[in-house]
C-alpha cells in the first residue's frame, strides 16, 4: 500500500466521496504531520480536538489572507458563501463539489444567473434592502436560485455554495460587473489555497475535474 492509499484509507475516503464523521480531514492532518515528521500527530490524526484546531487554523488562514487583500484593496474579496467553499475544500476534498471544476463553475453560475435576474427585473442600479423586499426583488431572488441550482445540475458542476453567492448577487448586495469580477478572483484564489494545503497533505486534490 503505498502512502497515498494509506492516507485516502486514514479518512476512509472510497470512490472520492467521504465516508467517516470528519469526512477527508484525518487524512489530510495525517499527511501533513507525516510530511513534517510529526508522529505524536500522526497517531492522533483522528481525534476531534485535532482535527477541530487543524480546521480553526486552516480556516482562519485561507479567510485572513483574502481578508488582507480586501483591507489593502478596499475590494470586496471576503462574501458568505465563501465558508461554505473553504469548508468543502477542507472538509470533503475529494469529493465532486470540492473539486475546482465545480468550485469555480458553481460560483460562475450563480454570478450569471444573479446579474442575469438583475438585468430582468431592472434591479442593476438599485440598492440593497433585506427589510424592505419588494416584488422585483423577489422575482429576481426566485429567478436567480432556480436557474443556478438547475444549471449546476445540467452542466454536471455541482457545489452547494454557489446557491449562496446567487442570492448575494440577485439581492443587490454585490452587483456592479467590477465586484462579480472581484468575487471569481476571490473564488480563484481559494481554490488555489485548497490546492496547496490538500497537495502538501499528500491528498490527490484534482487540478480540475473531479478524480474518478
Known sequence: MTNEQARIEASGVAGGEPRGPYGDLPAQVHGLATRFGLKGLQT??????????????????SIAVLSSIA??????????????????????????????????????????AGFLALLIFGLTTV????????????????VALCLTLSFMVWLGVPHAPAGATTLIVALGLMRTPEQLLILMIAV?????????????????????APRR
Open 188 to 208: 480563484v484564489l481559494m481554490i488555489l489555497e485548497g490546492l496547496a494545503i490538500n497537495r502538501l497533505a499528500g491528498l490527490p486534490y484534482p487540478l480540475w
Open 44 to 61: 492522533r490524526h483522528n481525534s476531534r480536538i485535532v482535527l477541530g484546531a487543524y480546521v480553526l487554523i486552516n480556516s482562519a488562514i
Open 127 to 142: 440598492a440593497p434592502d433585506l427589510e424592505d423586499v419588494t416584488w422585483p426583488r423577489v422575482g429576481a431572488a426566485t
Open 71 to 112: 483591507a489593502v484593496t478596499d475590494q470586496p474579496f471576503v462574501f458568505p458563501s465563501l465558508g461554505p467553499t473553504a469548508f468543502l475544500l477542507f472538509f470533503a476534498a475529494l469529493g465532486d463539489q470540492a473539486a475546482p471544476r465545480n468550485v469555480f463553475c458553481g460560483h460562475l453560475i450563480g454570478v450569471v
